[in-house]
């Protein structure tokens, strides 16, 4: 599998189940390539840092409008 279609794979796998072979391939392959090994780390991060600040922000009130 090229670097390539591992980001591929990974970006897809964020939105889909990825079927068995394509992650047993992915997965194999995250374990071979550092590089990619560390892109998806920081998917990760970014993708649940994301989700935080969505969860956050909804959850604080919206402020009051000024007195007039």
């Given at each position: 599998?090229?670097?390539k279609?591992?980001?591929?794979?990974?970006?897809?796998?964020?939105?889909?189940?990825?079927?068995?072979?394509?992650?047993f391939?992915?997965?194999?392959?995250?374990?071979?390539?550092?590089?990619?090994h560390?892109?998806?780390?920081?998917?990760?991060?970014?993708?649940?840092?994301?989700?935080?600040?969505?969860?956050?922000?909804?959850?604080?009130?919206?402020?009051?409008?000024?007195?007039?």
């Amino acid at each position: 599998m090229s670097c390539k279609e591992a980001v591929r794979l990974m970006s897809e796998g964020m939105d889909r189940e990825l079927a068995g072979g394509e992650r047993f391939a992915l997965r194999l392959h995250t374990l071979l390539c550092v590089g990619c090994h560390n892109y998806r780390q920081q998917m990760t991060f970014l993708r649940q840092a994301c989700q935080q600040q969505v969860a956050a922000d909804d959850a604080t009130p919206p402020l009051a409008p000024p007195p007039a």
